[in-house]
């Protein structure tokens, strides 16, 4: 079975700095899909970023990039120049490529705290 | 266009009690799926629907939990019998295609007291 870890449970970043969010995942498939999704307060989860396994070049969307390491199954998040609106909580989500189920496997997450 | 919602937006209901949670998924997706977010447990699994095929139920926790989708839209899951451990934020998410995201409702947050 499929297994997602987040090793920080918090995290604090100072405003407009960079913060890196830690993520390790364990699988026997090749071919899968990795998410970081965003929960604020408001209970909504907003996908923030997504790779495809197959493919080298890291994801970015904006100031959201992916440190995706295939081979040691690692897929970091970084937030360049934090925003206090990026306070939330953060969940790495895994899910299998092939077949049409789909459902998200995610980790603990980690509380990402803006300071002004 | 609108998002997935899902009705009521907080319950409160007493331990042993049957509760009915919504979920209006995006127009067109065939996907739906629930979710369970709680404290010990953290985003698990509960259960899969795929246009009229049979629901996908093996993350259910218990013969106590069941849900239905009316119509290849609107679904409701069911809690009979409520406990404590029930106690969460139950997430509906719903997706157009296998290749797709899945986007996420609000929640329904249950207290069972």
């Known amino acids: 079975a499929q297994t997602v870890t987040q090793s920080q449970p918090e995290m604090s970043v100072q405003e407009a700095e960079t913060v890196t969010l830690s993520c390790t995942y364990d699988?026997?498939?090749?071919?899968?899909?990795l998410f970081w999704y965003k929960q604020p307060p408001s209970r909504q989860m907003i996908l923030v970023i997504r790779?495809?396994?197959?493919?080298?070049q890291n994801a970015t969307e904006n100031r959201f990039s992916v440190n995706f390491q295939k081979a040691a199954k690692s897929f970091s998040l970084k937030i360049s120049d934090s925003q206090l609106g990026d306070a939330a909580m953060y969940f790495c989500?895994?899910?299998?490529?092939?077949?049409?189920?789909?459902?998200?496997?995610f980790g603990k997450g980690t509380k990402l705290s803006v300071k002004p | 266009g609108a998002g997935v919602s899902q009705s009521p937006s907080n319950k409160v209901t007493e331990k042993g009690k049957d509760v009915e949670l919504r979920c209006d998924p995006i127009?067109?997706?065939?996907?739906l799926y629930w979710y369970r977010q709680s404290l010990g447990q953290g985003l698990e699994f509960l259960i899969y629907?795929?246009?009229?095929?049979?629901?996908?139920k093996s993350g259910l926790p218990s013969d106590r939990f069941s849900a239905e989708r009316t119509g290849g839209s609107v679904s409701t899951l069911t809690i009979q019998r409520t406990q404590q451990e029930d106690s969460a934020v139950y997430l509906c998410?719903?997706?157009?295609?296998?290749?797709?995201?899945?986007?996420f409702g609000p929640g329904t947050r249950l207290t069972v007291t």
């Open positions: 699988t026997s498939e090749s071919d899968y899909y």
């Open positions: 629907f795929q246009g009229n095929s049979a629901p996908d």
């Open positions: 790779q495809e396994a197959y493919k080298q």
């Open positions: 989500a895994y899910r299998n490529y092939g077949g049409s189920q789909g459902n998200l496997i």
């Open positions: 998410a719903s997706r157009l295609g296998p290749s797709y995201e899945q986007y």
């Open positions: 127009s067109g997706h065939t996907a």
